[in-house]
Structures are given as C-alpha cells and as structure tokens.
C-alpha cells in the first residue's frame, strides 16, 4: 500500500484539525503509505466545495454515504455533531473503512454499544479523538509511572475546567437541553477518563454529583431552566485500592483549556496542566530532603515524538501537533505496528464510566462502573 | 486595663507560635492593653523553666491547673495534644480567663459542646487558632467577595495537602491510631471549612470519602494495619445552591504546606495557595477578551495588616505573623473592639461538618451538616 | 496566480520547519495562491530523494543552481548554514525569484550588505526567518505598545538564553571557532534585536560585553582554546532617550529556549517569556493599588492569527505554528498585501547592531550602530 | 554577661523592623544574652515617648548623642537616613559600643571610609542591615555553591526593582535630587552586590550605565529637572574571568520588591527572587536528559534558620524574620561565635564598587572596583 485514502466529513473546529493533522502526518513522520486526501463532506456543497480547495481534498460532497461508500477512501475521519458519530461510524465500518471519530462517541449508551460492536465485527481500526494522550508530557507521565518513579499510585485529582459557558447571562442554547447530555459530565469529563484509562486503568465504582451554577439563562424576554449540569464531579475507586477524584466545569471563569493532572504515589508525585502541556513537574521522594523539590521538565527531543517537529528542546509544541500524533498512530494501527490510540472498545469503556457517574448523582450513593 | 496576663500551656510547634505572638504583638500594633507574659506549663518542670526563660514569661510550672488558677493570668493559650484541649479549656473559661485554643477543638463531638457550652456560659473570650483566616490575603479576598468583585460565587474547590505522613515506609504511630481520630478528615479538613465557614457561610449538606493509601505500616519486624484514613474528600452543598469541595491528604508528596483555594462567580474568579501566601490572583471578565487573564495581586501596605508590619509593598509576611495577627485580634474581642476569628460556636459547627462527612463516608449517602 | 512554486535548500532543522510551513500554511490559512512543493535540494542526492518524498516536494536535486534556476520556482526557501546564505540568496533574487532566508543573513556584513542590495535590485521579496515576532504574543505585545497601554516605553530587558553548548566537557566544535563568528552574539542576539527593531525602532548607541565561560574545550586527548564568546551581554541607547539591554548566554544551563522579554513604560509593564510563548503578562498602573498585579494573558482566537490554528481559546500554539504564520506573511508581501515579516534591509540593520557591538566590546566604549 | 543593652535610634521603615528584631530574637534563638532594650531614640520626645512604649523600650530621648553615651546601651540600632549614619556610627564606635547601621554607609566614599576606619580602631562589631543575605534560601545557595552543585560559576545576573517612583507624574522629591546621592545605583545597587559579595566574592573591574526613564517631573506649576538616575546597570568582570550583570530600576511598574538572581555554573543553574523568597530553584546537569529540569525547593526545616521560626515545612518566612536572624547573627559576633554578617570593611567594599559604576558611567568605560 503506497497510498491510503482518507474521507474527512465535517470541517468545523475539529474538521479543520483533522484536516491539518491529514495534510502534515508525512512530512512529520515520514509515514508510509502517504496520504491521499481523497474526498470531503459538508453540508452544504458550495461550503464543501471551498473547504475541499483549502484543505487540499481531491474531491467533495455533501452527502456523508456517498463518502463512505467511495472506494478510493480508505479511512473515514468523523467530526460531525456527537449524534452524527454512530450512524455514520457504523456505516463506514460496515463499509470496510476504518474510522477515527471524534469524541465522545454518542450520547446514548446504546449508541456507543453498536459502535464497539461494529467496530469488532469489520475487523477494521476505529479510534476515537482523545488527542490529550497524545502529547510527548502524558507519554512521559505515562513513562514515568511504568519506571515507577513514584511507586505505585495512591491518589489522583484531575480538573479540567473553560470558560465558554461561564457568562450567567449568555442566551440559552442547545448546549443547556436536557437532549445535548448531563452537561459538563460527557461534555468534559470524558477527557479525563481517558488519561484515568491510559494511566492508571478503569476505575471500579464511582460517586457523582452535577450542578447548575446558573439555574436559567436568558431565553428572548424571559428566562428558561437549563436543563442539564456546567459542573460535575466524579469520585473514583480503583481496583487496586487507589482513588481519584476528577471535577470539571463549563463555567470555570479564566480557564481556557486547563486539563489539570495530580498524581500522588508512594514514593513521589507528578503534576501536568494541559494549558501549559509542554510541561511535566516531578517530585521524587529522594536524596537529602534540603534538596527536594518538584522539577519542572520542558519537553524536548528526550520526549517522543517531540523531535519528529523540532529537533531543538523549549521550543513547544502545539495543540494541531497532536493530533498530528494520533493520525501518525491510526495509520500505525492500520499498518499493524504498535499504536497508541484509545479505540471503540476503550472508548465505550470511558462511557461507562460517565453514565455510572450520572446514575450516582441522581440515587446519591456509589455505582459499581462495569 | 493597662496590662493584660498570659498564660501558655505547651511549647511545642503551637506553643512556641502562641509565645512569638504574645512577645511581638504590641511591637507590631501598639495594643493597649500591653501584654504581660505570666505564666508557662510544660509537663516536665525543667523543660517549662527553661521555656519560660527563653519566651519571656515571669513564672513557670508543670502544673496546668496551678497556671488556669494564677489570678495574675487573664487569658490562657492552649497549645497541647487535641485530647487535652477539652479539660484546659473548660477549666480555664470557669475560672473566668479567656482561652486561646489551638484547633480542632477536640477529638469527640460531645467534648467540643461541652468547651462552646462552657464558653457560652462564662462570658469570656474564647476562639481558636485558624491561622490561615488571618492574613492579608485571605481578608483580601473576602473583601472582594464583599464587594462582589466576581458575583455570586458558585463553586469553589480547596485542597490541603501536606507529605509529612507520605513515607510509606515510615514506622506506625500514634497518629494512625483510631483513637488519634478519622485522620485528614480531622487534622487538615478543619482549615479548609474554617475559610468556607469565613468566605461563604456553613454548608447545608456533605458528603464524605475516606482513603487509606496504604493499609499497614511497619510497626518493629512485622507490619500493623492502618487504622485511620490519611487522604479525605468532602463534596459540599451550599444552603444558596452554590457547591464546593475539599480534598485533603498527608501523603501527598512535594506539598509542604499546600492550602489551595479556587473560587468561581458568576463575574470571575480567585485563586490562592497558602504556600505562596503573599499572592492572591482575581480574573474578572471585564473588558475587552485580548486583555482578560489571572491578575496576580502581591500583598502590600494596601492589604491589611500588612502595613502594622512592613510599610514597603513586595517584602512578604511570614507564618509566625500570622499568629500576632490572631493574638491581636484576641485582644480586640477582649476591649470589645471589632474582631475576626473563629469562636468555639463557630468552631463547633466546623467540627460538625467534619463529623457529618465522617459518617457520610461510612454510609455512602449525603448527611446535613447541621 | 492560481499556483506558487516553491523551492526549498537544506532540511536540517530549519529545514523541515520550512517544508512544515509550506505544507499546511494553505489549510491553516486558505491563502491564495496555492502552493506547489516543486523542488528540494540537499547536499546528498539520496537524501534529497528522501526528504522530497516524505515532505511531498515533486523534485529533487544536490545541486542548488539547477533549483535556483527551475523556472517552476517562484521562491526560494535557504536554510543552510549561515555561509551560505549570501550566494544562494543572491543567486536567488538575481533569477527573479522572491526569497525566505533563515538568519543571520551572512556572518561578514559586507556579504549582509550584498544581500540587501541584492534584493533592492531584484524588487522581489525578499524575507528572513525571524520567527519570534510572528506569534500571537507578540502581536499583541506590539498592539499593547501602540494601543500606548503601558505609556511610552522607558526600559526594556531581553534575555535570550539556552544550554547546548553549557556543558564545558562537550568536545570542541566548529561552534567555538574564530570562522563561525563572535558566538553568543551573532547566534543569538539578534533574535532579540529582532524584538526590538519590531517593538521599539532601532537602537541609536550599543555597548557590548562578550565573555568566555570556558576558555577551552576537550579536542582529542588535550584542550584547545575557544575562540569566541558564548556570553554576551548588549547595554542599548534608544534614539528617543529610552534605554535597554540584552543579554545572551548558550551556556545557560537549564535554559531550553528561553526568550524572555521585559518592557517597562510610564504607565504599566510587560513581560514575556518564549518558553511560554501562549502567554503574556501585562501590568497597568490603573484603578486600585489593593488590586493591582501583573496579569497573565493565555493567547486564544481574540489573539490573531490564532484563530486560524484553533478556535477554541487556551489550546496553544507551537513553534512550527510560527513558521506556519511567517510562510503566510511571506505570501502576502508577494501578492501585495499588508505583511509583517523583516526584509533584508531590516535584516541589515539588525546585524549592523550586532557588529557594533563586538566592536564596543573590543574597543571597551560606546560605539553607534548605525 | 547575661543581658545586653539596646539603643536604637530612628523608629521608621527599618526602625521597627530593628525593634521587631530585638523584641523577637531570643524567642526565637534562645540566644543568650538575653536583650534588653534600654533606650530608644526619635527627633521629636513625644514620638520618642509613644514609640519607646510600643516598642518595650525603657526610656527615650529626642538626643542621638545622650543615647550613645548611655552607659546601660551596649549595642546601637541605627536606622536614620543614610546622611546620618556616619556621624551615629562613628560616635557610637568610639563610645565603645557595638553597631548594627541600615545599609549603605553613607553617600559619600569618605565618610564610608571613616566608618569603616572607627569600626577598626575600636575593636567592635560594626555590621550592616543586608538582610537578604540572611534568608535560609540565600544560605541555601551559598551552601550549594560550596558543594560545588552546580559546578564553579561562570555567570551570574542579578535585578532589584521597584516601583515606587514610577509614576512619572509623581511630584519632584528629595529623592530626585543630585545630593540624594546616584540613584537608584546607590538606592538599590548595594544589595545585589552584598550578594554578590557573599556568593561570589568582590568583582575586579565594573561598567556602568545610569538612566533617567523621566527627564523632569512636576514640582507645582512647573516640571523639574531629575538630577539622578532611576535605572541603573553594572556590569561586573570577576577576578576568576567569570562575568556578571546587576540591573537596577526604581521605576519598574509592577515590580514591588524584587530581587532576581540567576546563577549560571559548569553542572547547573540556580533561580531565586525575593518575592517568593521562600523558593530556590536549581537545574543539575545529572541523570537522563528526559528527566532534568528546574526544581523548585521549598523552604523549610532542612535550611537553617528556619527550623527556629517554624518546625513544619512550607509555611513561609517573612521579611521581619530576617532581620530576627540578623540580629542574631550580630549577638553571635559579639560573644565570639561564627556569624554571618556584612561588617563595615565588607561594606566599604561593596560601595567602592557603586562608586566604580558611577565614575564608570560618567566615562564611558570600564572601572577597576579596588
């Protein structure tokens, strides 16, 4: 295989994101097969059309089964609005095309079950987005963890919080119905269930608890009730014994994309925000205690696949890198080399977790996960 | 009243804290009354001699209940083990002195109502050493709180955190006995519900999670099962539907003095870490997007009181200054001037919350608080 | 012009970040015209082979005059060791075509000088690979300063610091030789000097200090003397009375890529730091002293160009991100639009600086720049 | 001896932090002998009356020369203007009495030098207020250049700024005018270079650069012409060929007392500020390159002389607290035992380099220090 063809439907914030990870995954790499952006879907033609030019699409189209059914694509990128994912992933695997799909995968349960079921029945690859996995600092955490470096972890607290829905008197939209999900809880959350899942494994059981810190918002002249949660909090418990807690808020004034990591062991601790992700602190509980302390690692060339871009070490890398990184992994998968990617299986798995999470909070005692 | 006489039973960490204040405190104010430093109690007579001779006190003694009789002493300091608070405290508020009393007030809820009781009754002064209300930061914040600088607030999160019982190979103690109490829950989770308790009133309902990051620990050859819980969480519902939590531990490795708050409006937020506790930052959302951002506010002469100590901004207190703080303000409740600090019947609905999170971790369901 | 070709020298380090460049900058930016990867040149013809199937260019070539003179290629990316970019730029402009040279433009300013010339003749572009005044950061560090946010600046420092030559055991390199030029100076500082041409004008008056930390290096089994400088510092006289300084060390261990930039005014202050190039903290001498702090600024889409990377704030952009913007900049001075990029004369000026102050640390006084 | 007398004379700024001291030092030390504070001195007898109250002290006079003589004063705090401290410590010297005088010794060379002359003669302990010198971190890095961690220096660059004169619209004062002495070279220039001193030894030859950011400011009606300079550079050469710069600004908006040191080595780097005093980071070139990075190391316990101040790790030192251990160190000197501590030779020395700088600035070149 010289060439693997790739259909991208939806050009939106994370359209675009695939698109550019397509465009840079060899040059990057130097990945083979090379990639042959082959067709692109939006729904409108003449928006497909202009977004197909400035992406470098040979082709587009506003109807997503034509895509699916072209032979010339061989991986299907979905970014479309979470209700989209399922028919369309389903379709595409039916297909014989492998899928990478944005996440979270539906916001029903079932949905994302006849995903996974696809999936493993097409023997193709489907990967979800989770691209926070990806950087060259969660590797490295995840690194130092198999060095035991901390010993085994204990506890972890993990929040992710933005902005974007913090203005109390913001007009109500979709976002606020009870149809668009628990709110913060899939929204967010899903995000660091996907570095629980990477890090430390699944959890067992899980507390939750949700919250509206804006009980309506403005709706024309009136206000209306919003019907799901900006804030949310999970407590988690291991198998193994360890705990975690993750929180996570909308309307989290002066957070823009935080995606705070705490992670405490027996024998030291790691720190790592997503907002300043070229960055790693480590404490290890060794030597003479005058000179201990959290040391701060810039990543560099020391930290796959950092010197893929940048040869030099601080120089920084970007969020579009990586998703560089995990086009650079599904075409690993594909290929049958080793791959780091969090696929439907795991994926579902991570949504388990979240809907035990939303039964907990309504009946106000722990949910086994499973 | 020209003077006023202390008493100070202990001169451990706590005590020696009480004698620098009681020692520097009309320095630092010009307070009148001024402070005459009676009588020191140690429980071996040499010890407290010696003591005595370096804190300045005129007399000392090993005899507790000789020091609460001194008619010369008018207000007493309670530095020892939480067990003996109880006892002293009463003892001292029915022999008509003040009371001083490092916190928490005693191990057993019905000790804690018999000192608020006991209080109640005599007339007397008596609140606790909440230290980390007192600085200019922390009186910073709620200041802005007041002025309503981010609006209503909605969720806050606040975590303690030290490493001091990290070491898992550290031998068994006291402390990881059950008498010694839950464990975080008790010994740290109190400071965090003493700033709720001052910023945002008490909380209508908690829920409790109680960890053992390891189980046993060496105790001579063989190992001992861990009796208490040294990393706690509590989820908190407040009575305005705002909600919060607090995550506490003493095994979190690197944390040395960690008290982390983060505070979320409807207009901003506020940020604060008591190891770096000179520093406040404010995000308000004001303003045009390009410029919003954390504003990091260094304590200064604009602070109080902060200028009683240095009159240049950027020169930092300390924690010993912390403590002439709360003295100060013991001596303002005493000559009835206004005052801020903690009183054993705010202390008591503090040790409230903490028992109802107790016993919320053991049923796995929300308790109120009251 | 549906189409531009381009033609890139050299793929070491700058190398692939111009091919980076190259490759995305239409689907980031959805520039008109398109650009065609026509041809690659490198020192060995297999490499060059290599590198223009994995960065997609349609030809390859080991000789740099038969890419110059491909009629296809309308500009020229060089990115070879700096000896070479006076031929090869010239070559370049001669043929017609518009250049995108890395910097320094040439280690002997009368080749510099050439170059500018050069280019002047030719009245095609022709551009250097400044990337630092290309973020969104510094945009909106130049819009704070023409916005007059912190008054008229009075003083700034730059410190532009890295570790890869810190270790004083690394074997002796053609780094340290007398040919490769002053050092620190030429290879670092005029990054800064770059800050300073694009934020405050050109300096009038320059006084350098150059500084060897190790006076000699390991060559086979003994020590050969180095013989330039790998610290330099550069006091600065502004024509309008402000005053500056910069200080460069590749030495500085611990430091990756630091950048760091400190601009004072009348009425606030500035600093930025590229290590964290997603942030800038600003200072306004407004409203309250109780509430007045640096404030940290993450970049997001209110922050151009950003928005055409992410459209979600908080997320970062990365250093191959910047190539991305220059690539585009350099596109919009060829197609006559508005463009911040500096030209060769630009160039010039900021490398008259540098030799000004080698002379100043040779002559120990004073020396103008211009 | 068992106690020893206290005269101290000026009560503002730094004259309550010397009473501050000399009320808390031996609580804190245990020091023997124990002080006593016998006389304090203010221009105005009431001032004198209601400080000396404030302050503990037992009697007070508006005569400077009366408390010199007094037979009971053994030791004498002088806290006047700087135009004062010779006359003060000279008188006081050959009165026999030990002296504790803020920094610096006097705007002029010469009567810095009589001071230093008295001190020699007299055979006292003659110390100056450097504070900074004192803090745990500070000695930290002493002790950490001793062990040679970051192998031997190669460079070093130091910041004091403020901003207290700022705004450039604040009226004409004493402090701008010709005899208020340099600037802020004199103003701020000494502490860096009792760093200096202490960490590195004395420079050998200096550069000077001093800058007016506001050429007048408002004097009534009219604007007056600054006769000194607010922003200052040095640049220091060492006699072991390491190199270093001090920068200077009383006009650095945002800046409240910071005081920024980077230390460059052959195997590290050190970072500290004084507005996080409490903190010291430290790069080692050891161990794998993906694992290095900058610790940030916590003040506590295990860097004396905090353990005296406070036995828990993280809970801070404030800038009084310095001068507790300043004050100490001045009693160790005086009953014989080993003590940190800048004496009146050492102090010479440091404003020899000041007045090096300055000539250096008037002309244009470098200057020999000695």
Chains 1, 2, 3, 4 share one sequence.
């Not at 918002?217 to 799901?228: I, K």
């Amino acid at each position: 295989m010289d060439t693997i063809g790739v259909g991208l439907i939806g050009t939106g914030y994370m359209g675009k994101c695939h698109a550019l990870a397509w465009t840079g995954v060899k040059a990057v790499f130097g990945d083979k097969p090379a990639v042959r952006r082959v067709a692109l879907c939006e729904v409108e033609e003449s928006l497909a059309r202009r977004r197909a030019d400035e992406f470098g699409f040979e082709t587009s189209t506003s109807d997503w089964r034509s895509l699916v059914a072209n032979p010339e694509v061989d991986v299907v990128s979905i970014t479309t609005p979470n209700a989209w994912h399922a028919p369309m992933a389903v379709a595409a695997l039916e297909a014989g095309k492998h899928v990478w799909c944005e996440k979270p995968m539906a916001p029903a349960l079932a949905d994302a079950e006849r995903m996974a079921a696809a999936a493993r029945v097409s023997g193709r690859v489907a990967i979800l987005g989770y691209n926070y996995i990806q950087s060259p600092a969660i590797r490295y955490v995840a690194k130092l963890l198999e060095r035991r470096a901390i010993g085994p972890v204990t506890h972890f607290r993990i929040e992710m919080d933005e902005d974007y829905m913090a203005d109390a008197e913001a007009p109500f939209s979709w976002k606020s119905e009870k149809s668009a999900g628990y709110g913060a809880l899939d929204d967010f959350a899903v995000h660091p269930t996907s570095l629980v899942s990477t890090l430390f494994g699944l959890p067992a059981e899980a507390f939750g608890e949700m919250r509206k810190p804006y009980p309506d918002r403005p709706d024309g002249a009136s206000r209306r009730p919003v019907e799901n949660f900006d804030v949310a909090t999970v407590l988690l418990r291991m198998p193994n014994g360890a705990s975690g807690a993750i929180q996570v808020s909308r309307c989290a004034w002066g957070r823009k994309g935080r995606l705070q990591l705490q992670i405490f062991g027996a024998k030291g601790a790691i720190l790592f925000d997503q907002e300043r992700f070229n960055e790693v602190s480590v404490y290890l509980a060794q030597g003479s205690a005058e000179d201990q302390g959290f040391r701060t690692v810039l990543m560099g060339p020391a930290h796959p696949p950092y010197e893929r871009f940048i040869v030099a070490p601080g120089h920084q890398m970007g969020f579009n890198d990586l998703k560089i990184i995990e086009a650079h992994e599904l075409l690993n998968r594909i290929t049958g080399k080793p791959s780091l990617a969090i696929d439907f299986d795991t994926g579902l798995a991570i949504e388990r977790v979240i809907h035990a999470a939303a039964r907990s909070a309504t009946d106000g005692r722990w949910v086994a996960t499973a």
